[in-house]
């Protein structure tokens, strides 16, 4: 499936208007979650394997943070995703104003070789919150991790829905 097909195929999901519901949202949140955990070992392997760091390092850095981040997320979610009154100005009194929370469709997540598991898992866990679509690039310094994590959001989410791109990795000349 090349990028546009599958750019194309997400905002089609999206516009089924299915990421937009709460619990639809919480539901994916804690199949990540579950695939998390039931993959540590081999997170904190790949970590070793591409960054050379021991499972402690690897799990307090990386995989702990990407689980607190996800709790975080479930707890505040109702809260952040209700429509906010803000101040409406006086020329329009006596209209009520409100701040509506609508995802974007389909974000890009990029992230680094140096955190390859916290900088991809975090900005995915709040699109997801947000209600997008997410197309996810790990990098291609940190080949382990991204193979994992490439397994673990096929594991939870269809293509259409969240999908991991590789590859893009220069050869050097």
Same mark, same amino acid.
């Given at each position: @499936? $090349?990028?546009?097909?599958?750019?194309?195929?997400?905002?089609?999901?999206?516009?089924?208007?299915?990421?937009? &519901?709460?619990?639809?949202?919480? /539901?994916?949140? &804690? /199949?990540?979650?579950?695939?998390?955990?039931?993959?540590?070992? *081999?997170?904190?392997?790949?970590?070793?394997? &591409?960054?050379? /760091?021991?499972?402690? *390092?690897?799990?307090?850095?990386?995989?702990?943070?990407?689980?607190? *981040?996800?709790?975080? @997320?479930?707890?505040?979610?109702?809260?952040?995703?209700?429509?906010?009154?803000?101040? $409406?100005?006086?020329?329009?009194?006596?209209?009520?104003?409100?701040?509506?929370?609508?995802?974007?469709?389909?974000?890009?997540? @990029?992230?680094?070789?140096?955190?390859?598991?916290?900088? $991809?898992?975090?900005?995915?866990?709040?699109?997801?919150?947000?209600?997008?679509?997410?197309?996810? /690039?790990?990098?291609? +310094?940190?080949?382990?991790?991204?193979?994992?994590?490439? &397994?673990?959001?096929?594991?939870?989410?269809?293509?259409? +829905?969240?999908?991991?791109? *590789?590859?893009?990795?220069?050869?050097?000349?």
């Amino acid at each position: @499936m $090349t990028i546009q097909e599958l750019t194309a195929a997400q905002r089609a999901f999206f516009r089924t208007g299915a990421t937009l &519901d709460l619990s639809f949202r919480k /539901k994916a949140l &804690d /199949k990540l979650e579950e695939a998390i955990r039931a993959r540590e070992g *081999e997170l904190l392997s790949a970590l070793r394997a &591409d960054l050379g /760091k021991s499972d402690t *390092e690897g799990y307090l850095c990386e995989v702990g943070l990407a689980l607190s *981040e996800l709790s975080f @997320m479930r707890r505040r979610l109702a809260r952040w995703a209700r429509d906010r009154r803000v101040s $409406t100005p006086l020329a329009l009194f006596p209209a009520r104003s409100l701040t509506l929370r609508e995802p974007y469709g389909v974000v890009l997540v @990029m992230s680094p070789w140096n955190y390859p598991l916290l900088l $991809t898992l975090d900005p995915l866990i709040g699109a997801i919150a947000a209600g997008n679509c997410c197309v996810v /690039k790990p990098s291609a +310094y940190a080949p382990a991790a991204s193979a994992v994590l490439r &397994d673990l959001i096929a594991a939870c989410f269809p293509p259409e +829905y969240v999908a991991v791109v *590789e590859g893009g990795r220069r050869p050097r000349a």
